[in-house]
Every structure is written in structure tokens, then in C-alpha cells.
């Protein structure tokens, strides 16, 4: 991979009228990502045919899967005591296939799930046909608008894992201290704040993503596993969803979706490129504070849905005085090129996804509207 | 879509040296869909963003699904009462998924298989762990030569379906007739040949096939599927994987594989402009008919591996007098721009796989070399 991963201009700047995505997935991917995959898509590495139109199992394929690996092993520290593996189905897919593949450790088939929002929730309730769930914490209460505290006494044991969502892509919240669990395997979806921040990944007996927000495209799950937890799975399991076979294949039981792996390889080099996890971990933090900014400096126009401690960075969710504002204050960014704006059909308001590919001055000019708009009607 | 789907020039005649790929699967794609792909990847229908950038749930989204559905039922004439659905994981995902959708239709949830070459027997496997799978028929004695006779006496009523692969890869061989099964459900695995022939799809309660070869990219099925046999769906099916809960929400339980699909819809819109399966298939029959003439009038050099009568259009297999003359028409091929003939690892050989996107040039071409390579080494 050559440097023009991360020195193209913007499109926007330069007149394409590219918009900015704040929509919560499939997101904005990287520019210099999107421009290397339409140029060499015709013709991957000179060999005359696409990537999408070669074997999984070709050299040059191989090669590719290798790479997107090693750069995620890069990235996050992980090492090879664990197995990662890419998974079809997008996250979704992983809240049956963790319990299938998990659950079998446990004698009692229990697994504890925490409720921090929507995708917790229905991590735990597709996980019930395969053995005992037990939810020990939620702040449905609170309207999901912080991350619940855990009863250290709920750690059951026995459990074969205890499950959260690291960021609530639906109200704006973030695990910003993980919970202490002792010897019970903690298992995370990550999926709307992967490599976003410098996180210690060796906490999680297994982690998992989809791609379409900070990684790629839709469709795939990357899932980090560690290897002696595997070798427990029920035997409902299809084979495609079996991570002790996906780690024996290379993620290759069947086909696997290769045009999603590779553009995952190139977003997870333009990250190297950029100076690592902790640099647009930076990045974002400065994104996510001038937003949060415009809100606290609202003098309650904007009013935040997410407690201050329990704040994301990927997912910035607030709300306007009245609906009727609030679809105006939509309509207007979109014709400034701010796009997807609307809220989670659950919460309304206005959630700004700002995940690693959105750049500054996405942000920027959406806080500029978030003044103006303000002046015009607060 | 503009008639540029088919008036395109070909690359390799435009001197882009652009291979012909005789490879099982990920497949050539039609030139045209490449071109266009290409052109509109930073910029989808002028909205500022890629296809694959902007959510499924887009008003510009659903119109893809949707236009990508209508072309396949118009293609296969299948009405509105089959559900047409787009599922994760490509054909052998649905080697499980089948079962657990369909198993339970049975109350001795017993289904039937019948073994034809690789793949049929692993869906006979996959199967297994939902129900009593029996295999009634198999030409594994033959070397899979053949498609099996089935005796009608082991067409148990009780059963929930019978299951076949219409086309064999591995081995190059098809049904030519399909088997009468009377009220028993038939479910057809297409993956391989699907809209390569008129073929009456009514005859099937379900059919599936996955995208990599004749439909688009790797990673996604295409299931067509009779609405009255959904409902039944085993308790441990992932909802991602649950038929009646992709037909409610039009493939959306989660976010789905948004750049298959989008490809998909443009090579439907492809063979429509072709003039339909029709004018396809009169195409696949002219290229298939030039190799097993090179093949059957080589006195012997070449050997068929598949039986002329259930000989496929789509993957053509023969072997050569030593593996080590077999080396060397493999290597000899690629220094042509044919690539990828190496037969699959259990048969040896030679497999020549001609999808639908594979034009009569590049068939011409493998021809011309054969006749030359016996010339030379005959």
C-alpha cells in the first residue's frame, strides 16, 4: 500500500460535492480508500480481472486476507492466542453464533447479558433458544441514557460468558470504564466503535464487529476469539458459524463475501497510515468535543440524551425543542450536504454518527449549522 | 439502466488485457456491469455517495432491492407467492439454513437428499444435525459421473422436502430432467447454473443459488421460496437466517450485504437487455457445444469426465493422458490469458467453468488452444 491512502484531497473541497454521512451505517468510508478501490477495480494488481472476480483461494486472494489480518492483529495487539476470524451476516449474525459457539462452556448453558440499548437487548433475546439468559443489569429505566451499573454478586460463575455493547449506536453511550468480571469470560460487541480508541482488547475472551461503520462494508463480521474458548459449540451450528472451523480455514469453510475483506484491508492500512488507534483516537476525541461543545454551549436548545460520563465519541445524539424544529434543523443540514441526521426511530432527535472516516471538517461545518441554527431559531 | 449494460467493447479486444477467468467461482462478471460499477463507485445516481456508503434503510436503497427483486421474477417468472430473499452467507449457509426452515414442516422432521457430487452430499451433511436425513439416491459408486436415478418408492411422503443440486461443479454434470416428486416439496440447490437455462422453477417449493457465479459477488444467497412453506421454523434458526422474517422485512432483519445486492441488480438488469434466459441459454448451449466438440473430437486425447447425457452447460471437466501433460496445458493456458482450468482436488483434471458472463471469445480461445495443444502433444 502506497501513501495515497491518506494524501488525496477531499472530494468535497475539490468540487465533487461528496456529502457528509452522519448516518449511523452503512458509514462514509476513508476517501483515499474509495478512490483506490474504483481505480484498481477493473484490474487488481495488474492480473487482469477484479478482485471480486477471482477465487477466495487464488495466491493472490490469500494474500489479501493475510494482510487485512495481520493489520487488524497490528492494530489491536491481539495476538495469536486469538483466532480472528471474518464471519458472514454483520453483527446481528454473531448475537446467535456467540451462544451457539460459547454457551456449550457453560454446564448450565447460562450466559449474562448486560442492557445498556437497543442491539444489547436484542443480542440477549437472540440468545435464549440456546440456553439460560439472564439480563443483571439495564438502564431501560433511564431510557438507556447511561450504561447500568453492575452488582458484582450477578457474576455468576458458571456462566460461560457475560456479554455487553461497548457503544450504544442508538442513544450515544459508551462503556468509558469496563466492568470488572474476574475469571467469567467477557464477551463484546464492538461493532459501532471498533479502533476508535485505545481500548485493551485482552480484557475480552471475544470482541466482534460489523464492518459497515468503522471498517468496511456491510454484510461481515470481524470477530476476535480467544482460541481456548472454542470447541464448545452446540450442535445446531451451522459450519459457517462455527469459529473452531472458520480459525481452521482462514474464515474460508465457504466462499466468504472477499470484496468486504478487502476493503476492510484497505481501511485497516489508511488507519496505519494514520498513525495508528491512538492517533484517530485523537482525532475523534476532537470531532466528538466540539460537537458536545455546541450542545453545552446551547443554553439548553440542544439538550444531550447521553449522561455526560457515559458519552460516545462514534454516536452523538440530541434533541431540539420541538419535532417541528428538529425536521427543520434536518431539512436545512441536508441541504448543506449534512445527510442522515434523524434519530433512532426510538429516541427521535438528531443523532450525528461520526465514526473514524467522517473528517474534521464534516463536523466542523455541521457545529457551524448547529450555531446558525440556533441564532435562527433559539 | 442505459443500454451500456451490453454495448460495452470488450477490454481484452480494446487492449486492457483483461484474462478470461475458467475459474469454479468468484466468476467473471459481465464487462459491461464492471464498467459501471466502476464509473458510479464515488458517486451513486449523482446523491453524493457510494452505493455502499449509505444505508439500506435509503429511500435510493430500497429502490435497488426492489428493482433487483422485480428483475428476478421476471426473469424466472416466479409470482408473488414465493418470497424472492437476499440471505447472508452464500448457498452453503443455506445448506443449514434450509433444514432449519423447512425440517420442521415434517413431524418425524425427515428430509431427503439426493448426493450428486461435493456439494450435494455436504448438504446432505450440513442437514443432519436438524433432523433424520436420508440419502436416496447417489452416483458416488460412479465417480459422480452421473445424475442418480431415484427410485420413486423412497420418495417418503412423511418427508418435509427432497433436496437436489441442479448443476454439480465439481464434476461438471446436471440434471437434464428434473425428478418427479409428486406432493413432495423439491428444493433445488442452483448455485452453479442458476438463469443459465428456461427451467420451470414452479416445480420447486424452494430454490436457492449463491451470488458468486452466475449473479454477482461472493457472500449472499438468492432464495426463492413458496410462501405456504414458511412459518415452520426450527427454534434455534438465527432470525438473520429465518425465512418468514426476511420475507417481512424484505431482506432487512439486519443490515444485508448493500454492494451484492446492488451488483446483483445490475447483472439481472444485464441478462434482461441479453433478451432474458432465452437468448442466455442460446449462448451457453453455442459455447458448451464448441467444447465438448474439441472435447469428444480429440480421438481420445481429451476424456469427458461427465456422461453425455447429464453433461452441464456451465462447467465442463475432462482429463488429460498424464497429470504431468495436464501441468502443462494448465501452465501453457494461463501464458494466454486463460486462467484458472485447474480441475477441483478430488477429480484432477481439467474444469472449464462457463458462466453466463464468460463470452464466446474467450470459449473460442480455450478451443483454439486445445486443438493446438494436441496438435502439439497429441
Not at 98 to 109: C, E, F, H, T, W
Not at 279 to 295: D, G, H, P, R, S
Not at 314 to 341: R, W
Amino acid at each position: 500500500m502506497t501513501a495515497t491512502l491518506t494524501s488525496s484531497q477531499s472530494a468535497v473541497a475539490s468540487g465533487k460535492q461528496r456529502i457528509f454521512n452522519f448516518g449511523a451505517g452503512p458509514a462514509m468510508l476513508p476517501e483515499p480508500v474509495m478512490q483506490r478501490i474504483q481505480e484498481e477495480f477493473l484490474n487488481f494488481q495488474g492480473i487482469g480481472a477484479s478482485v471480486v472476480e477471482i477465487s477466495h483461494r487464488s495466491k493472490e486472494f490469500e494474500a489479501v486476507v493475510d494482510r487485512a489480518i495481520a493489520s487488524f492483529r497490528e492494530l489491536t495487539g491481539v495476538g495469536d492466542d486469538y483466532a480472528v476470524l471474518f464471519v458472514t451476516g454483520g453483527a446481528r449474525l454473531q448475537f446467535s453464533a456467540v451462544p451457539m459457539n460459547l454457551i456449550g462452556r457453560s454446564a448450565a448453558r447460562k450466559a449474562l447479558y448486560v442492557e445498556s440499548g437497543v442491539f444489547s437487548a436484542l443480542a440477549a433475546k437472540d440468545a435464549a433458544p440456546y440456553g439460560d439468559v439472564e439480563v443483571i443489569a439495564s438502564s431501560k429505566a433511564q431510557g438507556f441514557d447511561r450504561i447500568p451499573e453492575i452488582d458484582p454478586e450477578r457474576l455468576a460463575e458458571d456462566a460461560a460468558y457475560l456479554h455487553i455493547t461497548t457503544n450504544n449506536t442508538v442513544y450515544g453511550t459508551r462503556w468509558n470504564r469496563l466492568p470488572q468480571t474476574g475469571k467469567l469470560v467477557l464477551v463484546g460487541d464492538m461493532t459501532s466503535e471498533i479502533l476508535s480508541r485505545t481500548i485493551d482488547f485482552q480484557r475480552f475472551g471475544l470482541f466482534y464487529a460489523g464492518l459497515q461503520k468503522n471498517l468496511g462494508v456491510s454484510g461481515v463480521a470481524l470477530v476476535a476469539v480467544r482460541k481456548d474458548l472454542l470447541g464448545s459449540a452446540l450442535p445446531c451450528t451451522p459450519p459457517v458459524l462455527n469459529y473452531a472451523l472458520l480459525d481452521k480455514s482462514k474464515s474460508m469453510v465457504n466462499t466468504p463475501s472477499t470484496f468486504a475483506i478487502y476493503v476492510t484491508g484497505l481501511v485497516l492500512e489508511w488507519m496505519k497510515e494514520k498513525g495508528g488507534v491512538a492517533a484517530v483516537e485523537k482525532e475523534n476525541n476532537q470531532k466528538a468535543e466540539l460537537l458536545y461543545a455546541a450542545i453545552d454551549g446551547s443554553s439548553g436548545f440542544y439538550r444531550p440524551v447521553a449522561q455526560p460520563a457515559d458519552r460516545s465519541t462514534m454516536n452523538v445524539t440530541f434533541k431540539l425543542p420541538s419535532e417541528e424544529l428538529t425536521d427543520q434543523f434536518i431539512k436545512g443540514a441536508a441541504k448543506q450536504g449534512l445527510k442522515f441526521l434523524k434519530g433512532y426511530r426510538d429516541v427521535g432527535g438528531i443523532r450525528a454518527s461520526i465514526y473514524n472516516a467522517m473528517p474534521l471538517v464534516g463536523v466542523e461545518a455541521l457545529v457551524g449549522y448547529m450555531r446558525e441554527f440556533v441564532r435562527s431559531n433559539g
